[in-house]
């Protein structure tokens, strides 16, 4: 991510799942989600692939 609608775009897709509550850091080009209810790791990565971009990394 290089911009501010980067960010959002990735901060939108990551919303639009049900249970995920997103908010993207473009400084430090991560995420942190809070999960309401479960959420596999392939439908996150999915999700963000679909729109272009690559997830390097998922952490707990």
Known sequence: MSCGHCSARVEKVLNSIEGVEAKVDLETNSAKLALSKEVSDET?????????YEVTEITE
């Open 44 to 52: 996150i990565k999915n999700a963000v692939d679909m729109i272009g």
